[in-house]
């Protein structure tokens, strides 16, 4: 790689989130590309060589972001760059069916004086949702290279590649209005000299209050300086109601709404709804979906009440079927007055109910539900079953291979092609190992020991039982947020989320954590402040089961009376928003603003999502696997040298005192730091052995069950809270999980000891 010229500009490429920039980025460059953590931060960056240009041109991968104004360390560290870099050219990688998102980061760039090329890319997307971009009116009025690419084919790149050198800074002012516009000329005249961009971009960051960047001038510039710029952000704080960051955010959407406007243009006509299908949809869908979920709920509760009261047969079986009944023509009645009425198209209907106050929760729960199906039942159960015990399998025991087979349905009818006799992969590594050395070495425990080895446990816990999970929890999160409607549920929860430091936005790492704890902890960086990272990361570790954790819950406590399931869901939940609210009353920080762009309900492209889900599997097995490898290595060593015997001795009393358990229930425990579902199964299995004859003791299980759910996060998830937050909030996050668990256990216990 050839020493670079600090003469020559760089490339940097800048974009949303999501919109193809590493495709590009690896088509510019090669095979030639770094990967390294930017100065400071865990945020990683790519660097590259683009041969073509000019002899050598060092081109470079931000991290994605929605704004130049930062909320995330993403978005902190893609404006740091275009700061501190030298001499650069700005290649914008804009979403084409999401025109309105890019622009709003070229006026940005507009600010900052940066020459750009743009690109619009998946191109191919925009036209097969009828939707047109005429290039040419939106070329005269930015007066910067404009292409059209499709990345992922390679049309459009050599056009991308010779415009680059023509790159020129965007034609774009937007009007702040009087007030803000004196104080922006007011704090361009203190910040006058010394800088890599335009003062006018720096002025407008400062008004939003950027505090990192601040601190970052303060090296520059003298503190008299800053009293004064306080000073003009002050004065102009007073003429609003609203902070400064949302005003210049509304200020610079109006003028990206305006411009999208003149730009875009509809090839063709939303199709109305067949006759039929309509008739299918309200006629037929929506009373069986609401009868569905009337009887569901009215059954769950009956169930509740019958576990405390005797109830008669007839009513126990006539109440669900009449409630299911009120609730089919309800909300039937509701949406055919509001919507069939007026012909409008399903996917308009249902975008409506997903925004209505009241309307949207039924849909909600009937999307939970298939979503816990499909991950929880199907992904969790029935897939990790077969992975590891047929794929994987335990070293040297035969497991007898699977059979292949078909099952036909209505018909409960299965019929076997042929049996397939392979034993699992770990039965074979573990044999070829037995022939280098014997099974008791060290080193077959190593990588082969059932309870810690590195294969047997490490790898086959993150291929066979974690891979199965995300991959359908990400297959189901594709289908809501390419269908429009995870932003929707954002929207729901944003009242609710504001209550304890979050906002909208954190429900993308909350339903994640429904799938693995593990991946939604690295979703954290999506939010916007510290403060809100901090909260998120602390309520997946503390409350938020996985699937694999929560399928096995929940078909324990289906053994035992339905009220004790009702109590384990009451509980958890409000150990959520009560963690939650006393975190935003004790972290320093404010919450951000929640702006969200809302994109029209659709029918989801099947393409979209298996790309989406493909590249989401691919980063986190990235990220994930060699956690699960340093995991397992660490948990062997502390098996070896007595640690995890000595904690469970140590343990033992607080289990057997405090919590009221068997002292045998703590290694259930100590086993959940490695797999929280195999932690629950354990603590099951030793409550039913301690039961005897007279059967398991609910109590005991109920309060188990809390404190699991509640303690200390598995081991991958910790790693991965170190590597997102630092080493000392982790730890301080385990310290405050772990007593806090056991002492809500102990209440819990104290609570259940009054009755009988």
Known sequence: MSVLDRDKYKVALVGNPNVGKSVIFGLLTGKYVTVSNYPGTTVEVSRGICSGLGGGIEVVDTPGANSLIPLSEDESVTRDMLLEEYKKHVVQVVDAKNLRRGLFITTQLAEMGLPVVITLNMWDELLDRGMNIDVTVLQEKLRVPIIKTIATHRVGVSALFSSIPNAKVPNLYVDYGKVIEEGISKIEKILQGNTTVNERALAIMLLSGDEVLEEKLRRKFPDPAFVEIHSIRNSIQAHFGSPLSYVINIKRANFVDT??????????????????????????????????????????????????????????????????????????????????KTKSTIAGALGRITMHPVAAFPLLVIILWIVYKLVGEFGAGTCVDFFEEKVFGRSLVPSGGFDLSISLPFIHKTYIFTHINFQGFNYYFGLLAQKLVDKDNII?????????????????????????????????????????????????????????????????????????????????????????????????????????????????????????????????????????????????????????????????????????????????????????????????????????????????????????????????????????????????????????????????????????????????????????????????????????????????????????
């Not at 297959?475 to 989320?497: H, N, Q, W």
């Open 259 to 340: 411009l999208v406007k003149k730009v875009t243009l509809n090839l063709k006509k939303e199709k109305e709804t067949h006759p039929i299908t309509r008739g299918i949809f309200f006629y037929f869908l929506v009373p069986v979906a609401s009868f569905f979920m009337g009887y569901k709920l009215m059954a769950l509760l009956m169930y509740l009440i019958s576990s405390r009261f005797s109830l008669n047969g007839g009513l126990i079986f006539m109440l669900p079927l009449v409630v299911g009944g009120i609730s089919s023509l309800g909300f039937s009645a509701y949406l055919y007055l509001k919507e069939y």
């Open 444 to 756: 077959f425990e190593l990588f082969l020991n059932e309870q810690s080895g590195l294969v047997q446990v490490g790898l086959t816990y993150a291929i066979a039982i974690v891979f199965p999970i995300v991959g359908f929890f990400f297959l189901a999160f594709g289908i809501m947020e390419d269908s429009g409607y995870l932003p929707r549920l954002a929207v729901m929860v944003d009242k609710i989320f504001k209550r304890i430091g979050l906002n909208g936005k954190a429900v993308l790492p909350m339903v994640l954590g429904l799938g693995c704890d593990t991946m939604a902890t690295l979703t954290t960086r999506i939010l916007n402040t510290k403060k809100e990272r901090i909260i998120a990361t602390l309520l997946l570790a503390l409350a938020i089961p996985c699937s694999a954790q929560l399928g096995v819950i929940s078909s324990v406590l289906g053994r035992v009376s339905g009220i004790y399931f009702a109590l384990y869901v009451f509980i958890i939940c409000t150990q959520l928003l009560l963690v939650g609210y006393l975190s935003s009353k004790v972290l320093p920080g404010a919450p951000s603003d929640f702006l969200m762009e809302i994109p029209p309900f659709r029918m989801p492209k099947v393409s979209n999502i298996l790309v989406k889900t493909f590249y989401r599997i691919h980063w986190f097995l990235k990220e994930a696997v060699p956690l699960f490898m340093v995991g397992t290595l660490a948990l062997f060593v502390a098996t070896k040298v007595g640690i995890l015997s000595f904690v469970e001795r140590m343990g033992a009393p607080i289990t057997r005192n405090l919590l009221g358990l068997p002292a045998e229930t703590t290694h259930g425990f100590i086993l959940g730091f490695l797999r929280r579902d195999y932690g629950a199964v354990s603590i099951f299995k030793t409550l039913e052995e301690k039961g005897g004859s007279g059967g398991i003791n609910p109590k005991q299980l109920l309060i188990s069950l809390v404190v699991i759910t509640l303690f200390i996060p598995c081991l991958a998830n910790f790693l991965v809270m170190i590597k997102e937050q630092g080493a000392k909030t982790a730890f301080l996050m385990f310290a405050f999980i772990m007593p806090y668990s056991i002492l809500i256990g102990g209440i819990l216990r104290v609570i259940l000891q009054q009755f009988p």
